[in-house]
């Protein structure tokens, strides 16, 4: 786990909710905490209640189309960041926010095929970015939920190291 302090809030904030941005994009949203005049939130859980099981099969056959593995367990991030982009704007900062994100499966799969790790897909519920505005500072937690216990900490070094070139590639100053 590791903790960026970003120092360009105003660019990091475009890249994470404008419309023409996809940086973000590549991530599933588990939740989202807005607090303004009232608190928001945000569940990124899908209800498969909701869908029936010809409408999972279309959103299953989408996402193969766009080389995507498509998430039964929650949205992406492209699909949610416009209804947060709503209540952000305006002229007044947000009290805080928290966004949670969680690398998409096709990316997970291209993260470990980059690495000499014991760790399998099937061992890792999920890689997770914590967003989170406090009325001031901006910053990005990283974490790591494995379903195995492992005392062999390079994984989670390799997340955070990954997500900081993830930074630096889009521009997002840090400390």
Not at 9 to 27: N, V
Not at 147 to 174: P, V
């Amino acid at each position: 786990m590791r903790l960026f302090n970003i120092k360009n809030t105003g660019l990091f904030m475009t890249g994470l909710l404008s419309e023409k941005e996809t940086a973000f994009d590549q991530f599933l949203l588990y939740e989202a905490v807005i607090a303004m005049g009232n608190t928001y939130t945000i569940d990124g859980h899908i209800n498969k209640a909701f869908y029936s099981a010809d409408e999972i099969e279309i959103l299953r056959q989408q996402a193969s189309d766009n080389g995507r593995i498509f998430s039964e367990e929650m949205i992406r991030w492209e699909a949610a960041k416009n209804f947060c982009f709503e209540f952000i704007k305006g002229k007044k900062a947000p009290l805080s926010f928290k966004v949670t994100l969680c690398l998409a499966p096709e990316n997970i799969n291209r993260f470990l095929a980059g690495m000499d790790t014991h760790i399998n897909c099937e061992q890792i519920n999920s890689l997770n970015v914590n967003i989170r505005f406090d009325g001031s500072t901006l910053t990005c937690t990283t974490a790591v939920s494995l379903k195995i216990f492992s005392m062999d900490k390079s994984f989670e070094n390799s997340w955070d190291k990954m997500f900081e070139r993830f930074l630096n590639a889009h521009g997002y100053e840090f400390e």
